[in-house]
């Protein structure tokens, strides 16, 4: 502690100081929270945003460390602006794509100078183990068209579309069912989204980069078969505009639709899935992502990510996919 104080006093009292050495302590645990030994932790410095002169910059560099027995590593680097990023990766484990970590260094104008407030750093990680990964069908909602009048209009998960005459879907796995509509200088949605032969329930994302929900569908869970939603945008008073819908950007539903039952109401089929948020109705309907399990009776929600085909076979290597 008194070395780092030292070395504190001296940066900010040095006239252009622009850098200085940091010390970055990590610790790897895995979902249920168990050290993960043998982890490649990549720590990657920036380029300088921060130096006078604009046109100066300072090169990347790359520090490569493992985890040792008790999921720890430390990486200690001259770090010119604070900021820094790391790239995690371990066989049998998703890889962590951490952007822009930052040790909160700030450019004082008139001392000429780079100031850090601290230069330790502690950086816990979680990882999730690869178990079971398959093809899901993939569609992004990105703004199909809504029908501004009020009625029942059928949507396929699978297809990402309305169904006929709508659209290309043919399995009406949701209705979104418009029961009050105006569009002038008041903008004004209420209705409810329904799912006709199954249902969803709600869960909260999971902070990973690459997989974010569970890993199967709990079929046990109640499946709700509604959900409301109601939106209203007054263009003269914006304050009293609100926006009611059911999933948000750091919400999913799981859910079960395509149902096939006895004649005593006991399940025999149906396909399962889950619907990235952010949910929104009005002249468009939006939702980020929907995966959807084409095989029957099958809960897996674990998504194969083709860029990550190394990792499902126990890779070492450091992959990074699309940005």
Known sequence: MKFSTALFVALICVQNARAAWVKVDYEVKDEDGMPVSNVVVETRTQRDYLV??????????????KTDKDGKTSCRFRCHHGDFDVIVSAPGYYPEDLRSLSFGANYD????????????????????????????KLTKGWYVKCPLEIGEYAFDLEAGAWVSPRGKGKEADLLVCVEAVTNDSIKFMRGKIVFPRGG???EKLIQSRYFRSVYNADTGAVYHASFPFEVYDDTRHRDKSYCHMPLENDDYWVFRVREVKDAKGNLLSANYGKIYGLIRVFDHFHYNKCYFNTTPNDTNLEEKIPWLQSYYTNSTDTVLGPK
């Open 200 to 202: 969803a329930y709600r």
């Open 109 to 136: 104008i008139k001392l000429d100078k780079v100031i850090f407030p601290r230069l330790e750093k502690k950086v816990p990680i979680r990882i999730r183990k690869i178990r079971n990964p398959v093809a899901l």
């Open 52 to 65: 006078i002169s604009w046109t100066q910059t300072i090169k990347q560099d790359s520090y490569i460390s």
